[in-house]
């Protein structure tokens, strides 16, 4: 009984680490306030690759093998991971607008920060007042309904 008990708080804690949500974040000095989450995964594919002011976006997210990542992958490509992840590599991605894995969401919010036209993906608990969290589908996180909230 007490490893049956043992094993649940263990599959509790695992669901809790990856159950979060995520923000969609620029530097300050970005106009951007909203993007659906079509455009977002348009973004991602490398088929719009700038901003409405003609400057190239730069993604920044974290690598797309670590397990946290998995729903925000299948979430904005909508597809499973591995497609995701095909896509995310692919010739013709890299021929788009820079695409960049980093290892931690502190690392997402630094480079967003330091990039007046990068767009990263983070987790809201990381991020600070240096960057600027747009709204996708005219929600922010935490609201009712928000596309990118974890299980």
Wanted: hydrophobic fraction near 45%.
């Amino acid at each position: 009984m007490a490893i049956l008990a043992g094993a649940l708080v263990i599959a509790a804690l695992a669901t809790a680490v990856y159950a979060t949500e995520f923000a969609v974040i620029v530097h300050p000095s970005n106009p951007a306030k909203s993007l659906s989450i079509v455009d977002l995964g348009k973004i991602l594919r490398g088929k719009t690759t700038s901003w409405p002011n003609g400057r190239l976006i730069t993604v920044v997210m974290r690598d797309p093998n670590q397990p946290v990542m998995k729903f925000v992958v299948e979430k904005i490509l909508g597809t499973n991971l591995e497609d995701g992840k095909s896509l995310l590599v692919a010739e013709s991605r890299k021929s788009a607008s820079s695409l960049v894995f980093v290892q931690t969401d502190e690392d997402v919010v630094k480079a967003v920060e330091n990039n007046p036209t990068a767009l990263g993906i983070a987790d809201v608990y990381n991020i600070t007042s240096a960057v600027k969290v747009v709204r996708i589908d005219d929600k922010q996180p935490f609201d009712p309904g928000y596309a990118l909230k974890g299980h």
